[in-house]
């Protein structure tokens, strides 16, 4: 019984396509992420929703799009797929502590790895 | 955009402890140390954090340093599924920034 669950694992896609990435989560977590990792595998953060609210916003491209229909779920849709946009995607969830974000702990799904060909 | 550094690798023999370092100087006081730790092919989990004290769970070990410029994570004795990236990581408001990462193997 998967915490956090990514569909799908693999996607492979011609430039110019739109796609969309779908993140689930059982946890009961309020604050969900996601995270892309490059060819060098260096983590950087995208987006972050707390309770369908969106928190964090890093600089990324406006063609990225995420949408939180509830707590459970962060998608990602992404217009006009280019070839830097080829990387492993992550979604994470967490539960907002009490003291603040700060201290949560983050809970991450396997990761889509998305080819834009 | 402060980072985190780490030696890109390091080696262990199973059974033996490893002590992996991460330096973060430029730490604001209420950025919480987090440790993560990423097998091929899967997504980070989580190992231990740590504010200011150090920090012992059923995986690991977190001793940070007084001024909190830099922090150790210990590996008390490592097998053979240690083996992975670990990422240090500072947790600021619920946004983690992940350095390089060490990849740590472990010889049988």
């Known amino acids: 019984d998967t915490a956090v669950s990514q569909t799908p694992k693999y996607l492979v896609t011609q430039m110019g396509n739109d796609k969309s990435i779908k993140c689930e989560q059982n946890?009961?977590?309020?604050?969900m992420y996601w995270y892309k990792q490059d060819s060098k595998k260096f983590l950087k953060i995208m987006f972050s929703y707390n309770n369908k609210e969106l928190i964090i916003n890093e600089t990324v491209p406006n063609r990225f799009s995420p949408k939180s229909p509830d707590k459970a779920h962060l998608n990602l849709h992404i217009n006009s797929l280019e070839l830097g946009d080829s990387a492993v995607y992550f979604c994470?969830?967490?539960?907002?502590?009490?003291?603040?974000?700060?201290?949560?702990?983050?809970?991450f799904g396997a990761g889509t790895r998305l080819s834009v060909l | 955009d402060a980072k985190t550094t780490q030696p890109n690798s390091m080696e262990s023999n199973e059974e033996e402890p490893v002590h992996l370092p991460c330096n973060h100087s430029t730490i604001s006081g209420t950025d919480y140390i987090h440790w993560y730790r990423q097998l091929p092919s899967q997504g980070p989990e989580y190992v231990i954090h740590?504010?200011?004290s150090n920090v012992n769970n059923r995986m690991a070990s977190l001793a940070i340093a007084e001024d909190r410029k830099s922090s150790t994570l210990i590996l008390h004795r490592a097998t053979l599924r240690d083996a992975a990236v670990y990422y240090c990581t500072r947790a600021s408001y619920g946004k983690l920034t992940f350095g390089q990462g060490t990849i740590l193997t472990v010889h049988p």
């Open positions: 994470a969830s967490s539960q907002v502590a009490s003291g603040g974000l700060a201290k949560n702990i983050q809970y």
């Open positions: 740590g504010l200011t």
């Open positions: 946890l009961g977590h309020d604050t």
